[in-house]
């Protein structure tokens, strides 16, 4: 399962002042939080017998560890670490993950349905298609039976059911669990826990950035907000700021 070291969602980030991107200097850093849900899943299964390992796999610069060990401290049996100081594009990140799954042949690769940082939400769906496995995306209930997941899927209408056969890739919402704490004692255990190392390029890494960021900014700050009465108030107020066809 692919963890992604992401700054910390309950910290406010600013804006660099170029305007090249966000700031993170001196900024806490912590597992993707669909990541962690997804851990919390993967842990729960292997603990009920569904599965038998769980293996965290991160790409990225050496701070990546750091999320591994988190990975570790709450169940997880196995680490690598895919180094690499690229800023990777979704797509490169499945062709990363690609030739590692076929290496490995898990029966199922679960992951954030997101990272809180790109918020692009195309990882799990590109591995599964590059792979040829079917795919759960959204998922917020997993049940595993006789080599075939049953997943309940967030949707924009409701909830929707359905089954996939393993293997198979699963993207985890947020209403799948909720992650628990690690005890001091596992931490301290995942300190001193052995992490593979394997670097980008000898999985395939060849692809070259296709995106390139011209500016980053704050919202702008100039509308303060209003409360309407009615509808008729309502298209008036649209009408008026012109944003009414």
Do not use: Y
Not at 58 to 70: M, N, Q, Y
Not at 99 to 107: H, K, T, Y
Not at 144 to 170: F, K, M, N, Y
Request: charged share 20%; hydrophobic share 45%.
């Amino acid at each position: 399962m692919p963890v992604k070291r992401v700054a910390d969602p309950n910290v406010r980030i600013g804006v660099a002042a170029v305007g090249s991107g966000v700031d993170l200097t001196n900024v806490r850093m912590a597992m993707n939080p669909f990541d962690e849900i997804a851990v919390e899943e993967a842990v729960r299964m292997r603990e009920s017998g569904t599965a038998t390992q769980v293996i965290a796999v991160s790409i990225g610069g050496p701070k990546c560890v750091d999320t591994l060990r988190s990975a570790l401290a709450t169940g997880v049996d196995r680490a690598l670490h895919i180094t690499t100081d690229a800023d990777l594009e979704p797509l490169a990140v499945a062709s990363i993950l690609t030739p590692l799954a076929n290496e490995l042949a898990p029966d199922l690769i679960l992951m954030g349905k997101q990272a809180v940082d790109g918020d692009n939400g195309q990882t799990g769906q590109m591995l599964a298609a590059k792979l040829g496995w079917p795919q759960a995306t959204f998922a917020s209930k997993i049940e595993a039976s006789d080599g075939i997941l049953t997943v309940t899927r967030e949707v924009d209408q409701g909830l929707e059911t359905i089954e996939v056969d393993l293997p198979c890739v699963v993207t985890a919402d947020l209403r799948l669990n909720t992650p628990g704490f690690a005890a001091i004692s596992a931490i301290l255990k995942a300190k001193k826990a052995p992490i593979e190392e394997r670097a980008a390029e000898d999985l395939g890494m060849q692809l070259s950035p296709r995106l390139r960021t011209l500016v980053v900014g704050e919202p702008p700050q100039d509308r303060a907000n209003i409360k309407v009465a009615s509808v008729r108030e309502l298209l008036e107020a649209l009408a008026t700021h012109g944003l009414l066809p």
